[in-house]
Protein backbone atom coordinates (compact mmCIF):
# COMPACT_ATOMS: atom_id res chain seq x y z
CA UNK A 1 0.00 0.00 0.00
CA UNK A 2 3.10 2.14 0.09
CA UNK A 3 4.82 3.22 -3.10
CA UNK A 4 7.87 5.14 -3.72
CA UNK A 5 8.71 6.52 -7.49
CA UNK A 6 11.43 7.71 -8.79
CA UNK A 7 12.39 10.66 -10.97
CA UNK A 8 15.31 12.29 -12.86
CA UNK A 9 17.63 10.09 -13.77
CA UNK A 10 19.82 10.47 -16.47
CA UNK A 11 23.09 10.78 -18.82
CA UNK A 12 25.48 14.57 -18.05
CA UNK A 13 28.79 15.70 -19.07
CA UNK A 14 31.17 15.88 -16.53
CA UNK A 15 30.81 19.21 -13.94
CA UNK A 16 27.13 19.42 -15.21
CA UNK A 17 24.23 18.99 -12.58
CA UNK A 18 20.93 16.59 -12.15
CA UNK A 19 18.37 16.97 -9.81
CA UNK A 20 16.26 13.37 -8.61
CA UNK A 21 12.84 13.49 -6.92
CA UNK A 22 11.01 10.59 -4.86
CA UNK A 23 7.69 11.06 -4.22
CA UNK A 24 5.62 8.76 -1.28
CA UNK A 25 2.19 7.56 -1.90
CA UNK A 26 -0.15 5.29 -0.21
CA UNK A 27 -2.03 5.31 3.45
CA UNK A 28 1.24 6.67 5.41
CA UNK A 29 0.98 8.39 9.08
CA UNK A 30 4.17 9.65 9.30
CA UNK A 31 7.77 9.97 7.54
CA UNK A 32 10.53 9.56 9.66
CA UNK A 33 13.94 9.99 8.51
CA UNK A 34 14.66 10.13 3.58
CA UNK A 35 17.90 9.48 2.26
CA UNK A 36 19.13 8.42 -1.16
CA UNK A 37 21.67 5.32 -1.39
CA UNK A 38 23.73 4.61 -4.86
CA UNK A 39 25.07 1.29 -6.12
CA UNK A 40 27.55 1.01 -8.87
CA UNK A 41 28.44 -2.22 -11.23
CA UNK A 42 30.63 -4.35 -9.41
CA UNK A 43 30.33 -2.28 -6.01
CA UNK A 44 28.23 -2.18 -2.55
CA UNK A 45 25.27 -0.10 -2.55
CA UNK A 46 26.59 3.27 -0.45
CA UNK A 47 24.68 6.07 1.77
CA UNK A 48 24.48 9.37 -0.59
CA UNK A 49 23.00 11.53 1.63
CA UNK A 50 20.12 11.52 4.12
CA UNK A 51 17.85 14.07 5.91
CA UNK A 52 15.30 13.82 9.13
CA UNK A 53 12.50 14.97 9.92
CA UNK A 54 14.02 17.69 11.39
CA UNK A 55 16.15 19.07 9.02
CA UNK A 56 19.02 17.47 9.97
CA UNK A 57 21.52 16.41 6.99
CA UNK A 58 24.23 13.77 6.70
CA UNK A 59 26.52 12.93 3.41
CA UNK A 60 29.08 10.55 2.56
CA UNK A 61 32.26 11.81 2.01
CA UNK A 62 32.67 11.88 -1.44
CA UNK A 63 29.68 13.73 -2.66
CA UNK A 64 30.07 16.96 0.54
CA UNK A 65 30.04 20.07 -1.02
CA UNK A 66 28.38 18.75 -4.15
CA UNK A 67 24.96 17.08 -3.36
CA UNK A 68 22.63 19.04 -1.52
CA UNK A 69 19.43 16.92 0.14
CA UNK A 70 15.89 18.26 0.72
CA UNK A 71 12.49 17.58 1.39
CA UNK A 72 9.15 18.87 0.78
CA UNK A 73 6.62 17.10 3.43
CA UNK A 74 3.47 18.39 2.06
CA UNK A 75 4.07 16.30 -1.04
CA UNK A 76 6.03 13.72 0.46
CA UNK A 77 9.00 14.09 -1.48
CA UNK A 78 12.72 13.73 -1.12
CA UNK A 79 15.25 15.49 -3.56
CA UNK A 80 19.03 15.22 -4.25
CA UNK A 81 20.15 18.22 -6.02
CA UNK A 82 23.74 16.93 -7.84
CA UNK A 83 26.40 19.47 -8.70
CA UNK A 84 29.61 19.17 -10.15
CA UNK A 85 29.10 15.59 -11.68
CA UNK A 86 32.34 13.53 -11.91
CA UNK A 87 31.94 9.93 -13.47
CA UNK A 88 32.44 8.08 -10.40
CA UNK A 89 29.10 9.47 -9.49
CA UNK A 90 28.11 7.03 -12.12
CA UNK A 91 25.56 4.79 -10.56
CA UNK A 92 21.70 3.33 -9.85
CA UNK A 93 20.41 6.07 -6.94
CA UNK A 94 17.77 4.28 -4.55
CA UNK A 95 15.34 6.48 -2.44
CA UNK A 96 14.93 5.28 0.88
CA UNK A 97 12.30 6.24 3.57
CA UNK A 98 11.15 5.30 6.95
CA UNK A 99 7.23 5.47 7.78
CA UNK A 100 4.18 4.40 9.23
CA UNK A 101 1.36 3.66 8.17
CA UNK A 102 -2.27 3.31 9.12
CA UNK A 103 -3.14 0.27 10.44
CA UNK A 104 0.31 -0.62 10.73
CA UNK A 105 2.80 -1.34 13.37
CA UNK A 106 4.05 1.66 15.74
CA UNK A 107 7.13 1.26 14.50
CA UNK A 108 8.85 2.90 11.44
CA UNK A 109 9.81 0.62 8.45
CA UNK A 110 11.99 1.06 5.55
CA UNK A 111 10.86 1.42 1.96
CA UNK A 112 12.84 1.57 -0.82
CA UNK A 113 12.10 3.31 -4.31
CA UNK A 114 12.07 1.04 -8.04
CA UNK A 115 15.90 3.13 -8.52
CA UNK A 116 17.11 5.50 -11.65
CA UNK A 117 20.43 5.77 -13.80
CA UNK A 118 22.48 8.11 -13.25
CA UNK A 119 25.28 8.22 -15.88
CA UNK A 120 28.57 11.16 -16.25
CA UNK A 121 30.36 10.46 -19.11
CA UNK A 122 31.56 13.04 -21.67
Known amino acids: QVQLVESGGGLVQPGGSLRLSCVASGRIFSINVMGWYRQAPGKQRELVAAITSGGRTNYADSVKGRFTISRDNAKKTVYLQMNSLKPEDTAVYYC????????????????WGQGTQVTVSS
Open 96 to 111: NVDLRTFGGSNSYITY
